[in-house]
Structures are given as C-alpha cells and as structure tokens.
C-alpha cells in the first residue's frame, strides 16, 4: 500500500473559478498527505451543457492528461456530471480514472437503496439518465430534476441556486422516497453538507467521492485493466 498519491482532478471546461471551487472539495476529501493536482483544461467550453460542450471538451482533456502522465501522476478525477471522455481517459492513462457521476452513483448505493439526481439544466437529464443505465444503476435511480441553472449562475450572488437544489432535494426524499441525493454538477461541489442538514438524507458531491476513491484505488495498488478494451491506443498518425 502507498503512503501517499498525487491525483490530478481535471475540469473539463476552462473556467478557472470552477477548478478551484472542484480543487477545494477534493482536497477536503482525502489524507493530507495525498496531492491534489486541479487541472483547468485549456481548450472547450466555458461550461459543459449539451452534446456539443461535452465533445469538445475532450480534446484538451486527454491532452491535459497526457501532460499529467509525463509528471508520475498516480491517478484522475473527471470533474464534470457527464463523465466526458472517460473511456479514452482510461485508454492513456497508466493510472485509475474515475469520473463524478459514476463514483456518485456508486457512493449512493452504498448509502441506501434508492437514490435520486440534481442537476443543472433539463436539456442535460436525458445524458444522466443514459450515465444511470450504463453504471447498472436502473432500478436504484428514483428520479432526475433539473434546477434550471446553468453552471456558470451557480454562485451567482443574485442566483436561487441552493434554494432550488434544496427543494429539488426535498422533492426527491418527500415525494420519491430516496434514500440519498447525488449533486449532478462539480459546480455544486460545495452545496453537500448545508442541502443534507436541510432535508435529512446523505448530499453526494461527485467530486468528493471521487477524490476518495481514485485515493484508495492508488493505495491499494490498483489501475484500470489494459487487457483488451483499455489498453493503448493503437499507434497511428492523427492529422
């Protein structure tokens, strides 16, 4: 087992405020002695919030990951709801990759038996429910809302953001029975602890859970198998 492990956590989207809001919860989530690498990537969207944003947000953060990979980086976080890029990720990456929707849902499960997602726009609900069906998480799912918020109006002063997440939350426990609630953005890293206290069921910050468990992969030795699907890419020439 290692004694300590450098993670780097990469937001997807280049707005640098976001990767320090992300750097913080994920610091906060594991041992002192692990470091925490917060990666702005430096090509794509501001905010990641269709099909379009989620492509092109990849480029630069397989690039960002290559980077990583030439300075002994032990294992990845993708810090954004929609898991983009992952298994590319996992293909050049010589360590564990974890994307915040999956560890989220995984944490959720272990918390209870039903769970329930909060996110940012509608337009984004039907990719969650998609990450649900692909991390075999159909029947523990209760339901998806949507605050109607884009990303980036998150922490704005004049924003109702934490109110609607809380009443999204408070839906989802009262109305669908859900034992938990998964925060479906890294911008809401840092609503966790104050939503839970509000409506009496475990808030999941995918960024947190994570950080943790690309910290405990590391420790226990573990990495993404490169028997067949995960291995390199085929070397060739990319125009």
């Known amino acids: 087992m290692r004694a300590s492990a450098r993670i ?5 989207n280049t707005t640098t405020a976001m990767t320090d809001k992300i750097a913080r919860s994920a610091r906060e989530a594991v041992c002192a002695s692990t470091e925490i690498i917060a990666v702005t990537n430096a090509t794509g969207p501001a905010s990641i919030e269709s099909h379009y944003d989620h492509a092109m ?10 980077e990583c990979e030439r300075n002994g980086t032990d294992g990845y976080v993708i810090a954004c709801f929609g898991d983009p890029g992952l298994d590319a990720a996992r293909e ?16 959720a499960t272990m918390l209870g038996r039903s769970f329930s997602i909060v996110t940012t726009l509608a337009r984004t609900i039907g990719q969650a429910e998609e990450l649900v069906i692909r991390y075999g998480f159909s029947g523990r799912c209760r339901s998806i809302y949507a605050c109607e918020v884009p990303v980036l109006e998150l922490d704005a002063v004049e924003s109702d953001a934490r109110k609607l997440v809380v009443d999204h939350c ?16 890294a911008g809401m890293a840092d609503f966790c602890f104050d939503v839970s206290e509000q409506v009496g069921v475990p ?35 990319y125009r």
């Open 8 to 12: 780097a956590v990469i937001n997807p």
């Open 57 to 66: 947000a990849v480029p630069g953060m397989l690039a960002a990951i290559t």
């Open 92 to 107: 050049i990456a010589s360590g564990p990759v974890v994307g915040i929707a999956e560890a989220g849902m995984h944490v």
């Open 170 to 185: 408070r839906r989802a426990v009262e109305f669908d029975e859900a034992d938990s609630v998964l925060l479906g953005c």
């Open 203 to 237: 808030v999941i910050d995918g960024v947190s859970a994570a950080a943790a468990l690309v910290e405990s992969l590391v420790h226990l030795g573990l990495r993404t198998s490169a028997r067949s699907e995960y291995a390199l890419p085929l070397p060739k020439d």
